[in-house]
Structure formats: C-alpha cells, structure tokens
C-alpha cells in the first residue's frame, strides 16, 4: 500500500467533501454524520486556496494510490488563545490500523512546532480506544472530562480533553 501525506489542494475539494461524507457515516466519533460537510465544492476550494500558506492552519490529506483515506487539520484559536491549536483527524474505515492516524499526527504536529504552537489540543470521544491510543503515543495528555459532549439520539457522550504541550 503507497500512502501519501500532503497538504490539501483546491483541486482536492471534491473528493474531501464526498470523502467526509463517507467518514461520517463510519462512526460516531465525528460532530457529523453521514450528511458530511455543508459546503459546496466551490467554497471548499476557496477555503483551501486561502490556507495554502497559512501559519495558522494546515489540512493534510492521506492518499492511497491517489484516493482520500484520510484527513487532519490543525487550526490555530484566536487572540489571546492563538498559542493553541485544535487538532481534528480521521480515516476511513478500510484503512484503520495502517498507520495512516499517526502519520498524519507526526505530520501535524511537526507543523504545530515549526509555527509556534505552544499546546496542541482536541477533544475525543471516553470510549474511542484507537483514538486516545494514538494520541497518547505521540505524548498527549487527558486534562480533563467534558461531560454530555455528544448528544446521538437520546445517548450523552461525554469527552476527554487532552493536549499535547510543544513548549
Ligand atoms: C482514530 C483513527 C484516526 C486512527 O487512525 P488509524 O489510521 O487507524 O491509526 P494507526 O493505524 O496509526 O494507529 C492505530 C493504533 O490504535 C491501536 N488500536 C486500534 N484499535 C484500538 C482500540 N480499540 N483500543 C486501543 N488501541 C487500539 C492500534 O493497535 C494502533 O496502535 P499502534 O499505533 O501502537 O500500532 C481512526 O480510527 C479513525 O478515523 N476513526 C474514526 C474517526 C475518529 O475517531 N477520529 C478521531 C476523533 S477524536
């Protein structure tokens, strides 16, 4: 399998919106569901064209043989919360277990140091095993519980907020 990880291209919108679609109605671990994403392509790809060199965010994508099996972002916050950045991720079901998530975090991580980033940080389900492993192999630490997170249905799910300190 050839993986790839390279910062998201206007000309990849399309697929990321087709592709969140279908990561989101893989689980219940994303703030969405199968219904994806509500932008249009066009959005998408002026989004992406406005970041291509930003400091403050990064979208990685992760391709095997050049289709979309992954996703992470790193999104700087604003004013006097711009030393933390909110990192999201995901991959598709058929490519779990691959390395693809920790390729991606090694990834957005090594961005977070070189724009200083002081404190990488995200929100994940209690019982989202593969996901809290990963992260606390690239050092995150659970720092707190946010109770009734998720609403799905008539389930509460509460969170861990954990971070990863670069500084
Ligand atoms: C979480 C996610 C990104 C991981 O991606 P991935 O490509 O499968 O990650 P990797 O293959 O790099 O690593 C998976 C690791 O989790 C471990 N793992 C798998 N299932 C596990 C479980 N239930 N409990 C604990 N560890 C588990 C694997 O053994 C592997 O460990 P290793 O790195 O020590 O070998 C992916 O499962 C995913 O997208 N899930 C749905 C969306 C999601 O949950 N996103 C995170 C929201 S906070």
Redesign the pocket.
């Known amino acids: 399998m050839n993986i790839t990880v390279e910062k998201a291209n206007a000309k990849d919108a399309e697929e990321i919106l087709e592709y969140l679609k279908l990561?989101g109605g893989?689980?219940d671990?994303?703030t969405f569901g199968n219904e994806g994403m509500p932008f249009t392509a066009q959005e998408e790809a002026e989004y992406i064209s406005g970041i291509e060199t930003s400091k403050d965010i990064v979208m990685l994508v992760?391709k095997s043989d050049g289709q979309i099996v992954?996703l992470?972002s790193l999104s700087r916050l604003p004013r006097r919360m711009s030393h933390r950045g909110d990192?999201?991720?995901?991959?598709?079901?058929s490519?779990?277990?691959?390395?693809?998530?920790?390729?991606?975090?090694r990834r957005v991580i090594d961005f977070g140091r070189k724009n200083a980033f002081e404190i990488i940080e995200?929100?994940?389900?209690c019982d989202?095993?593969?996901?809290?492993?990963?992260?606390e192999?690239f050092g995150f630490k659970k720092i707190a519980i946010h109770p009734d997170f998720f609403k799905i249905e008539n389930e509460y799910i509460d969170f861990d907020i954990m971070r990863l300190k670069l500084k």
């Open positions: 990561v893989e689980t671990n994303l992760a992954g992470a990192l999201a991720i995901s991959v598709i079901k490519h779990w277990n691959k390395g693809v998530g920790s390729e991606l975090i995200l929100q994940v389900r989202n095993g593969a996901a809290i492993h990963i992260y192999k």
